[in-house]
């Protein structure tokens, strides 16, 4: 009984992430009421659970203040609110009053990386970064406790929320770290500080904030910014940017750079690789040792992205074979390629959903994906296109050159959606030509009518063009379930 006891009490502390005097003293505020010990994070009660910290974070849209009563109600273990504003809230209620929320979630976060042992890997790049964490985060796991951002939590609050999250008990990190525009990297990762620090590629992507693609590559190598001399940069050797990045790194004082890729030289190196339309099987040289992959999403885009997993997992210590047998198990993050089965009379038709984001680099290869795809007797392989956003005045061009792809793909129809959409649908030829809308939710219908059995389609866009909602719309109408692997 007594060995029991110790057992539940020392299980009870392993999920404590932290004590009140911790939280006190990690964010120079001031308790209220009698908050109880803190089990895990939360700024939206919608997610929250019993034991969580709430942080009252007041966004651009909302006032996490006005949500403290029911995250109370929901169990939150304390709230955390500003000081002019702790007033307005019930006397007794557990409170943490600082000067500022979002400030005070981000000094926990310096906490919670000042106490780990972990090793930390963090994530930033044009094209592939949620997909390149979640890969890691699997692959990691299989050595060691290991934690993760959540979702794409990689901006300004996401970035400080998922690293205060880090459990001390932890022994991998893996951190993914975006941008919109000049100097918005170098905060974030001061604070994540990793010890690997991971670009997956350079393309034009945010292009709109930018005067070229080589200020955008010194945007990405602000994540240079928080290794030390101690650090290692994992860079892709395929990508025309790779110099300016060395240099970046060079002049930062990286005291490592490890490229992956297919080129000669790279230190990562695709040896080998079989694109099959459900999955790859890859041989690489990582480092020196030779490592046979299989990974069950297609694309070489994804092999592309596993190449720097290999790498970063080689470097944080994690043991490399029982991560390439974890990346067996690899399934897509929810609208980054996952496929669904849509249930039509005399058979069923796969849809893909690519509709999280769409720049012209993933839209390309998305589009090389659905061309090797396979479809049913009477079946085709088509595209269902929405904006791709923030490209700037090249963004015309940029669309409307995604009709080679097409062509080179042997896509069989198109559907567009958006304004910036009608350059391509322009340059489309007729027979390819399946629908054009100025909204996705005007395109639902069309594309509806125009499925039968055997069909493949693939929805993509960026997320502002609205195309989740519309591959919503087909999974209701078509009753879609998961499709086998």
Same mark, same amino acid.
């Given at each position: 009984m007594t060995s029991q006891l110790q057992t539940s009490l020392a299980d009870g502390a392993a999920a404590v992430l932290y004590t009140t005097d911790e939280m006190v003293a990690a964010t120079a505020g001031t308790l209220s009421g009698a908050p109880g010990a803190v089990r895990g994070l939360s700024i939206d009660t919608r997610t929250l659970a019993p034991g969580d910290a709430f942080f009252a974070i007041t966004g651009e849209n909302s006032d996490g203040h006005a949500y403290v009563d029911k995250a109370l109600a929901a169990g939150a273990a304390l709230c955390v609110v500003a000081a002019d504003r702790a007033g307005t809230f019930p006397a007794g209620a557990p409170l943490l009053v600082v000067r500022d929320v979002l400030a005070a979630l981000v000094d926990l976060a310096r906490a919670a990386r000042a106490r780990t042992t972990a090793r930390? %890997? @963090? %994530?930033? #790049? *044009? %094209? #592939?970064?949620? *997909?390149t964490k979640e890969a890691l985060r699997l692959a990691l796991a299989a050595d060691g406790?290991? !934690? &993760? *951002? @959540? $979702? *794409? +939590?990689n901006n300004h609050w996401g970035v400080p929320l998922s690293l205060a999250r880090l459990p001390r008990t932890a022994r991998y990190g893996v951190f993914e770290v975006g941008m919109n525009h000049p100097g918005e990297i170098t905060p974030l990762v001061e604070l994540v500080r990793p010890h690997v620090a991971v670009i997956t590629t350079v393309e034009a992507v945010h292009a709109a904030y930018f005067t070229g693609i080589e200020q955008i590559a010194d945007a990405k190598a602000e994540i240079f910014d928080g290794l030390g001399a101690d650090g290692v940069a994992v860079l892709n050797a395929d990508n025309p940017l790779l110099p300016r990045l060395r240099m970046r790194a060079d002049e930062k004082g990286v005291g490592r750079i490890v490229t992956f890729g297919a080129a000669e030289g790279a230190d990562v190196r695709l040896k080998e690789v079989a694109l099959q339309p459900a999955g790859s099987v890859a041989v690489v040289d990582v480092l020196g040792t030779e490592v046979t992959l299989k990974v069950p999403m297609p694309g070489r885009h994804v092999v592309q992205n596993m190449l720097a997993v290999l790498a970063a997992v080689k470097l944080a210590g994690a043991d490399l074979a029982l991560a390439a047998l974890a990346l067996a198990r690899l399934e897509p993050p929810p609208g980054r390629g996952r496929p669904l089965t849509l249930a039509l009379a005399g058979g069923g038709a796969t849809l893909v959903d690519e509709s999280y984001n769409a720049n012209p680099a993933s839209m390309c290869a998305a589009l090389d994906v659905l061309g090797r795809a396979p479809v049913g007797p009477k079946g085709r392989r088509i595209a269902v296109l929405g904006d791709m956003l923030e490209l700037g005045p090249e963004s015309p061009a940029h669309h409307a050159g995604l009709a080679g792809p097409i062509g080179a793909a042997g896509i069989d129809q198109v559907y567009c959606a958006g304004p910036l959409m009608h350059a391509l649908w322009e340059a489309l030829? &007729?027979?390819?030509? #399946? #629908? +054009? $809308?100025? !909204? @996705? $939710?005007?395109?639902e219908p069309m594309v509806a009518a125009a499925i039968r059995a055997g069909d493949t389609l693939m929805v993509k866009g960026s997320n502002g063009s609205r195309m989740g909602p519309l591959v919503k719309g087909l999974v209701e109408r078509f009753r879609a379930a998961p499709a086998p692997a």
């Open positions: 930390i %890997v @963090a %994530v930033t #790049g *044009s %094209v #592939g970064k949620t *997909s406790e290991t !934690h &993760a *951002s @959540a $979702a *794409s +939590y030829p &007729a027979q390819r030509r #399946g #629908g +054009y $809308a100025e !909204h @996705a $939710a005007q395109l």
